[in-house]
Antibody, heavy 116, light 110 residues
């Protein structure tokens, strides 16, 4: 059974940093692109970043690229998202999603709240 | 405001057929495939359609997708109460080098 489980969400102050993790199982992790997608409270889905199977290519939502870094560990079957300079508008549920196609499987998400 | 435009809401009675539209541009839908996702309140999204008209395993044939030019549509026939959810389209945008989601359409089954 395919499983992706996010963790690392927390309450963080504006300007702070956070590292989200996603543990994957039930499929050959190193064979697939992986994505992060977020959803602010009561809002729609917003793609954040993606990383190629071997980690050699990374894609970012253009206005976030200076503040975030996506990475993966194909030995630990894990995906990561590092976020810096967090702002209130970054508050959202962050989903880890298997691709391609994007979102073949989704985790339940991890909640990030940016507030003082 | 999303670059991919969807109607905020739509509705239909049980058994009816409804369609949800997704309008984009030449840099996204015009050049790339469209995916559709279903999200029931409180749950994670689920892939409903990919590559415009391909259904993942387990998705009922009541769901169908199409694309023409810079627009795409999701059709749901034989509407059931369990279809009540938010629906999102998505496509890669060559100009932005980003995946784009539509703003979402809330389907109400009357």
């Amino acid at each position: 059974e395919v499983q992706v489980v996010e963790s690392g969400g927390d309450l963080v102050q504006p300007g702070g940093s956070l590292r989200l993790s996603c543990a994957a199982s039930g499929f050959v992790f190193s064979n697939v692109w992986m994505h992060w997608v977020r959803q602010a409270p009561g809002k729609g889905l917003e793609w954040v970043a993606a990383i190629k199977k071997d980690g050699t290519e990374k894609q970012y939502l253009h206005y976030l690229k200076d503040r975030i870094t996506i990475s993966r560990d194909n030995v630990r079957n894990s995906l990561y998202l590092e976020m810096n300079g967090l702002r209130a508008e970054d508050s959202a549920i962050y989903y880890c999603a298997r691709g391609s196609p994007l979102g073949q499987d989704w985790g339940q998400g991890t909640l990030v709240t940016v507030s003082s | 405001q999303s670059v991919l435009t969807q109607p905020p809401s739509t509705s239909g009675a049980p058994g009816q057929r409804v369609t949800i539209s997704c309008s984009g541009s030449g840099s996204n839908i015009g050049r790339n495939h469209v995916n559709w996702y279903q999200q029931v309140p409180g749950a994670a999204p689920k892939l409903l359609m990919y590559n415009n008209d391909q259904r993942p395993s387990g998705v009922p044939a009541r769901y169908s997708g199409s694309k023409s030019g810079t627009s795409a549509s999701l059709a749901i026939s034989g509407l059931q109460s369990e279809d009540e959810a938010d629906y999102y389209c998505a496509a890669w945008d060559d100009s932005l080098s980003s995946w784009l989601f539509g703003g979402g359409s809330k389907l109400t089954v009357l």
